[in-house]
T-cell receptor, first 113, second 115 residues
Framework: KAGVTQTPRYLIKTRGQQVTLSCSPISGHRSVSWYQQTPGQGLQFLFEYFSETQRNKGNFPGRFSGRQFSNSRSEMNVSTLELGDSALYLC????????????FGPGTRLTVT | AQKVTQAQTEISVVEKEDVTLDCVYETRDTTYYLFWYKQPPSGELVFLIRRNSFDEQNEISGRYSWNFQKSTSSFNFTITASQVVDSAVYFCALSEASNDYKLSFGAGTTVTVRA
C-alpha cells in the first residue's frame, strides 16, 4: 500500500506570495491532518479534514487554509507569505479519526525569502 | 501549558547501549491516546506505537519497549542494544477527546548513536 505523498518536496517563495501544498493520503484513509514544524515552535497542528469538511483547526491565522477533495486528497494554502512561515509542512492521514495511528508524508520544506 | 513534556533534549550513546526516553503528559480526560514517532534525518515522521488510556500493559516490539504508567502520567520508551540507524528525533504525542483528538507533540528528544 502506497504511503502518504506530498508535493512539492521543496519550495522557495518570496514574502507576500502565496503557496499551495498538496497531500495524497493512504488509500482508504479519510482523515487528513496538517502540521507545521519549526525549530522554535516544534510540531504544531494546523487543521484536519474529514469527508471534505474541516473538522478541527489549530491556532493559526486565516492566511492558512485548506481543503479536501472527494478522493480524500488535500491541499493547504498559505497566502501573503511571511518569513516566519518558513517551515516543514507535514501531512498525515488516518483511517477515521486523529486518535488512530496517523501516517505522515515526507513533508514539504518551504523557505520564504 | 505544555501537555507533553520530553525533558531530555539530546541523548548520545555508543552502539549497543540501551537508551530510555522519558515522556510525561498532562490531561484531565479519562480517554486519551499516547503515541511515539521517530523522525530520522530524512524528515518523515514514522509511527512507532499507539496506546489508549485503558491499556497499561507494557509492550515490547523487537528492540523497542514502552512503559506506560498512569499513576505517574508517563509513557517511556526504551531502545535496547541501540544501533546507528536508531539515530533520530523521537517525539511523544497525546491525543485527547477534550481537544478533538488533535495530536499534541512534545519537543522531541534527539538520539545520537555513535559507532
Amino acid at each position: 500500500k502506497a504511503g502518504v505523498t506530498q508535493t512539492p518536496r521543496y519550495l522557495i517563495k518570496t514574502r507576500g506570495q502565496q503557496v499551495t501544498l498538496s497531500c495524497s493520503p493512504i488509500s482508504g484513509h479519510r482523515s487528513v491532518s496538517w502540521y507545521q514544524q519549526t525549530p522554535g515552535q516544534g510540531l504544531q497542528f494546523l487543521f484536519e479534514y474529514f469527508s471534505e469538511t474541516q473538522r478541527n483547526k489549530g491556532n493559526f491565522p486565516g492566511r492558512f487554509s485548506g481543503r479536501q477533495f472527494s478522493n480524500s486528497r488535500s491541499e493547504m494554502n498559505v497566502s501573503t507569505l511571511e518569513l516566519g512561515d518558513s517551515a516543514l509542512y507535514l501531512c498525515a492521514s488516518s483511517l477515521d479519526s486523529p486518535s488512530y495511528e496517523q501516517y505522515f508524508g515526507p513533508g514539504t520544506r518551504l523557505t520564504v525569502t | 501549558a505544555q501537555k507533553v513534556t520530553q525533558a531530555q533534549t539530546e541523548i548520545s550513546v555508543v552502539e549497543k547501549e540501551d537508551v530510555t526516553l522519558d515522556c510525561v503528559y498532562e490531561t484531565r480526560d479519562t480517554t486519551y491516546y499516547l503515541f511515539w514517532y521517530k523522525q530520522p534525518p530524512s524528515g518523515e515522521l514514522v509511527f512507532l506505537i499507539r496506546r489508549n488510556s485503558f491499556d497499561e500493559q507494557n509492550e515490547i516490539s523487537g528492540r523497542y519497549s514502552w512503559n506506560f504508567q498512569k499513576s505517574t502520567s508517563s509513557f517511556n520508551f526504551t531502545i535496547t542494544a541501540s544501533q546507528v540507524v536508531d539515530s533520530a528525533v523521537y517525539f511523544c504525542a497525546l491525543s485527547e477527546a477534550s481537544n478533538d483528538y488533535k495530536l499534541s507533540f512534545g519537543a522531541g528528544t534527539t538520539v545520537t548513536v555513535r559507532a
